[in-house]
């Protein structure tokens, strides 16, 4: 799926800071309030959205609206629940900006590791991945933080990304994240965690 919005949001469209649509220059106006919902439902509807759905309807093991209220409290909290973190892909998707999620979790996983060459190998594949010019899934990140993780690539330890993690961090949570937190996709989901069922829709 990540092809189809990539199309939407190709070179013309630098969402550095992931804009939301209402946010966007003068010449993507068509991407207005109503494509916005309706790319969230889109979102909600695909394969990769159907497991939190699932879980959101199902009472034995849907998130309470206390779990969900506390989303709101701080980007920890939303991280460190399973199902937070899952909708909060979700939103960034639709921000055409899911890779800061996904390199942060990289990060998570790459402090993890213990052996070297996991830990090389981990190193290279993020490198890859998010950090090199015109990776697939390039982050914002500045010369100095990218030079230095160069320059740990062949000898890396549990830090070596770290300070490019904080910067990321930094910017979904002084981002994307107050925008998700008021958003129609996390008014939804506490819906969905109070039980009211109708107001996410199959």
């Not at 052996?115 to 090199?132: G, P, Q, R, T």
């Not at 740990?152 to 300070?163: G, I, R, V, Y």
Request: proline share 3%.
């Amino acid at each position: 799926m990540r092809g189809n919005l990539t199309s939407v949001s190709s070179q013309n469209m630098a969402f550095s800071d992931c804009m939301k649509p209402t946010e966007l220059p003068a010449d993507k106006k068509g991407i207005n309030r109503k494509n916005w919902r309706n790319r969230i439902r889109f979102l909600l509807k695909s394969n990769s959205s159907q497991s939190i759905l699932h879980l959101m309807r199902n009472r034995l093991y849907r998130p309470s609206a206390d779990d969900v209220n506390q989303w709101a409290q701080s980007l920890d909290r939303l991280l460190s629940h399973k199902y937070g973190k899952a909708a909060f892909y979700i939103f960034l998707k639709s921000e055409f900006c899911e890779e800061n999620i996904e390199f942060w979790t990289a990060c998570e996983d790459f402090k993890t590791l213990t052996s070297h060459k996991d830990l090389v190998s981990k190193a290279n594949n993020i490198y890859e991945e998010f950090i090199k010019n015109e990776a697939p899934k390039e982050i914002n990140l500045d010369y100095h933080t990218k030079n230095a993780i160069v320059q740990n690539l062949h000898e890396p330890t549990e830090t070596s990304f770290l300070a490019a993690q904080r910067k990321v961090y930094s910017l979904m949570e002084n981002n994307s994240y107050p925008r998700f937190i008021h958003s129609d996709l996390y008014r939804e989901l506490c819906a969905a965690a109070r039980g009211e069922g109708k107001h996410i829709k199959s």
